[in-house]
Each structure stands twice: as structure tokens, then as C-alpha cells.
């Protein structure tokens, strides 16, 4: 089992740049797959990013690729979600999700741990 905190939410205006932090804790924390899943306001939660448990495989959703980086440090336990060039429809609760699958899906049912979430707010 594995517990997780997200961090690093907050207000910045468009095209500014966040970095959320998910620390995970468990004995076996770092071999678990990690996921960025986002929701707005009125809409269902959707997939953002993920990364697998050696950080060897990645996967975006196209509304992000080329502006978010997600990456890992095994030895913190930590995975982070670096987000650059910031817009207002990126404004949403982020939660991280984890499960110990080997391949990452961008389905939030397939994710069986979550945390609380941070919000991210982006100014126009």
C-alpha cells in the first residue's frame, strides 16, 4: 500500500511555470507507477501525465505535451509534474494517482491510490 501528498500548487499568471511535488510513502513506494490526473471546475477528471516506477516510460495527454515534464527521484519518493508556459485552461485540481502496474493508463479507474490533491490556478 502506498500513500501520497501532492505539493507545490498555487496562483501564477499565463505563461508562468509551477512545479508540483507527489510524495509517496510505503515500503515499496518506489516501485509504483505514478499519474498526474487534473479536474476543473464542472468537468470530469482527466489524465495529464504519467511515469512507470524506474521513470524509463512517460505518456502526456496532447493538451500538455511540450509544456509539462513529469520525472521521478526513486531515492526521495518522490515524482514531480514541472508545468511551463502555463494557461487559464489549465486551472484545475491536480491529484496524483499510483497503482503497480508495469504499463501506465491514462484511465483514472485503473489507478488505485490517490491523494488529496492541490489546486493550480492560472491567471489570464
Known amino acids: 500500500q502506498v500513500q501520497l501528498v501532492e505539493s507545490g500548487g498555487g496562483l501564477v499568471q499565463t505563461g508562468g511555470s509551477l512545479r508540483l511535488s507527489c510524495a509517496a510513502s510505503?515500503?515499496?513506494?518506489?516501485?509504483?507507477?505514478i499519474a498526474w490526473f487534473r479536474q476543473a471546475p464542472g468537468k470530469e477528471r482527466e489524465f495529464a501525465a504519467a511515469?512507470?516506477?524506474?521513470?524509463?516510460?512517460?505518456d502526456y495527454a496532447d493538451s500538455v505535451k511540450g509544456r509539462f515534464t513529469i520525472s521521478r527521484d526513486n531515492a526521495k519518493n518522490t515524482v514531480y509534474l514541472q508545468m511551463n508556459s502555463l494557461k487559464p485552461e489549465d486551472t484545475a485540481v491536480y491529484y496524483c494517482?499510483?497503482?503497480?502496474?508495469?504499463?501506465?493508463?491514462?484511465?483514472?479507474?485503473?489507478?488505485?491510490?490517490w491523494g488529496q490533491g492541490t489546486q493550480v490556478t492560472v491567471s489570464s
Open positions: 494517482a499510483a497503482d503497480r502496474a508495469v504499463v501506465t493508463s491514462r484511465l483514472s479507474r485503473s489507478w488505485n491510490y
Open positions: 510505503g515500503r515499496t513506494a518506489s516501485y509504483y507507477a
Open positions: 511515469i512507470n516506477w524506474s521513470g524509463g516510460s512517460t
